[in-house]
């Protein structure tokens, strides 16, 4: 850790969540929270919920007891959500004041509805509004290029949210033309920006006097909302030459779940209002700090939906040293993949999109990409690259790292079972917002 700055500043997350918690030890006062909150949960959960009576019947809350009592709780999953839908809410319709519906990643096919009352929204807006102080300041105008810029959407609350900081918002929406975005920087004096990491790398990666004088105004950006590669956050610091936040959350944890700090050590959690865990994704047990595994949350404060366990299918862990800006919160290091979501290659083992994220994200002049394993006698992968600047060194690296970077690719090649072929398109790709995935296909 000796290339940290001595200088950094404490997580403002611990300031905020001591003052719900109250006490002096920060983590004791926490814990005691938190059991009561849980209980809490557990108990209107399990009243006015008709999935929870039943899912939980063997529950007693009174008798939970963290860290322990969680082992005894039932998990709930993705599937459950889809397939159950209204049968998780504990208000009565009049008192929803949001609804995000999410299509399925999964085969069912099934959208998950998520549902949030006025008070829920309100604990999102007061993370976003004590969060943003990690990165920005009352003399800050952040342009927000995410969506959901109706009442109640991700970008509304966070314009709200970080007002209340003395930030001042520019709702944009996601960057479509990287001129125009570059140009709203500039017009609108922002000082720090938000987005999706790969939107946000495209931007960065843009060559022109205009992106120079507005990445130039820019002292932090922050990228959310999808799978985070490392290298690709080494690459928009030296692009920007700005800090880089990250910030981790998904709409089932009311869309803020954590931000990392300056020591840029992993996610501080809104730990008033959600209660993480790391377990063994096979087993279902609860694993120490130090160990990976799947990421699982139970909402605390939640009253439209609350979620109890619920598996979100990433992969982490808690670091074991503590963060270096003396947070007593816990740190969540980066995502580092899905529980599932690969594509097997035989014998060889499995890849994910993660997987080449990891080493394509790292070749300057890669600004996104496109996978498929087209499967058949023998399989196929085709990966084609966004150089939007003819870079064609890069397409003969981007080949090099496939084979060298990734050991199922490298072993099933040698096998002779598998052809790599790496191709370059100019123009960005579309930006969906969903989940990046390798495509398969199968020849008939
Ligand atoms: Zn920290």
């Known amino acids: 850790m000796s290339h940290l700055p001595t200088n950094l500043h404490k997580s403002p997350l611990d300031a905020w969540i001591n003052g719900i918690t109250g006490g002096d030890c920060l983590r004791q006062s926490l814990q005691e929270y938190q059991t009561l909150k849980l209980r809490e949960t557990l108990i209107r959960a399990k009243k006015n919920s008709p999935f929870y009576r039943e899912h939980l019947k063997d529950v007693d809350a009174q008798r939970i007891e963290l860290p322990g009592g969680l082992q005894r709780i039932p998990f709930t999953n993705a599937a459950e959500l889809a397939s159950e839908q209204g049968r998780f809410v504990c208000v009565s319709q009049d008192a929803i004041a949001h609804i995000v519906t999410l299509t399925s990643s999964g085969t069912s096919g ?75 920087v500039v017009r609108e004096k922002a000082t720090c920006m938000i987005g999706f990491p790969v939107q946000m790398l495209w931007l960065a990666s843009q060559r022109s006097a205009l992106a120079e004088e507005a990445l130039t105004m820019l002292h932090s950006v922050v990228v959310c909302s999808d799978y985070v590669p490392g290298p690709l956050v080494q690459r928009l610091q030296a692009l920007c030459g700005c800090e880089v936040y990250e910030h981790y959350g998904m709409t089932e944890m009311g869309m803020g779940g954590g931000v990392d700090c300056e020591a840029h050590c992993g996610y501080h959690l809104r730990e008033a209002d959600l209660l993480f865990e790391i377990v063994d994704p096979e087993s279902g047990r609860t694993l120490p700090d130090g160990e990976t595994g799947e990421v699982v949350f139970t909402t605390l404060t939640r009253e439209a939906m609350p979620l109890i366990r619920y598996r979100t299918g990433d992969l982490s862990r808690f670091s074991a040293n503590g963060c270096p800006c003396g947070s007593e919160l816990r740190n969540l290091e980066r995502i ?29 002049g890669v600004v996104d990409f496109k996978a498929r394993l087209v499967r058949g006698a023998n399989e196929h992968l085709e990966v084609t690259c966004c150089l939007p600047f003819g870079d064609t060194h890069a397409l003969s690296q981007a080949n090099a790292a496939l084979h060298d970077g990734i050991p199922a690719i490298g072993r099933a090649v040698r096998r002779g079972c598998l052809s790599v072929e790496v191709m370059a398109v100019s123009q960005p790709f579309a930006f969906s917002g969903e989940k990046r995935k390798i495509e398969v296909l199968t020849e008939l």
């Open 336 to 364: 580092q993949g899905r529980t599932k979501g690969g594509v097997s290659l035989g014998e060889e083992g499995k890849i994910s999109i993660t997987d080449l994220d990891e080493v394509l994200f790292a070749i300057p």
């Open 110 to 184: 099934e959208p998950k509805r998520l549902y949030f009352s006025a008070a829920d929204q309100e604990r999102t807006l007061d993370f976003f509004a004590h969060g943003v102080a990690t990165l920005a300041g009352n003399a800050d105008t952040m342009l927000i290029a995410l969506p959901g810029q109706r009442q109640g959407g991700v970008g509304s609350l966070l314009a709200e949210g970080i007002s209340r900081a003395g930030v001042r918002p520019v709702l944009h929406g996601l960057i479509e033309r990287a001129e125009e975005t570059l140009q709203t």
